[in-house]
């Protein structure tokens, strides 16, 4: 038996591969937001993170963790750079003193509101670029992420 794989096997699964073309579309877009926020020194993934925590009540970090598809230490990792710039705080509820809550501060709301035009300028052109339409693409994104979730 051959430990080799020929190369009509490596285009096959270029092709067809769709966590492949999920993985690029995703790097794309996210290079393509990277830039369009740069302006508001804000990247793609600190632009979602903001807009989770932009609810009336202050969540705590396990649902935002889920909200964005990441573990706790990924989120961890994302949250120090925008506490520093002081756009969030983590704050200790009263009730529970072991609890942890996050929080934009109002610095944090103001540079959503100057990256908010710029998102809905760029991702408008986007939606409207794509042959399927939005919503198409959206439920098939979702679809992707149930059955990968499920383990199929």
């Known amino acids: 038996m051959s430990n080799e794989i020929s190369y009509a096997t490596t285009t096959e699964v270029r092709d067809a591969c769709l966590c492949l073309h999920v993985q690029r579309a995703a790097r794309a877009l996210a290079r393509r937001f990277d830039e369009v926020l740069r302006p508001v020194g804000l990247t793609n993934g600190q632009f979602s993170l903001l807009m989770a925590l932009n609810r009336p009540e202050p969540p705590p970090p396990g649902p935002v963790a889920a909200l964005l598809a ?17 756009l969030i705080e983590i704050v200790v509820p009263e009730e529970d003193r072991r609890a942890r809550r996050l929080k934009l501060t109002a610095e944090g709301v103001a540079t959503l509101a100057r990256a908010l035009p710029l998102w809905r300028r760029h991702h408008g052109a986007l939606e409207a670029a794509l042959p399927m339409g939005a919503d198409a693409a959206r439920e098939a994104l979702s679809a992707v992420t149930s059955a990968a979730s499920e383990g199929f």
């Open 70 to 86: 990441m573990d706790r230490t990924s989120l961890t990792a994302l949250l120090k750079p925008l506490q520093r710039r002081g």
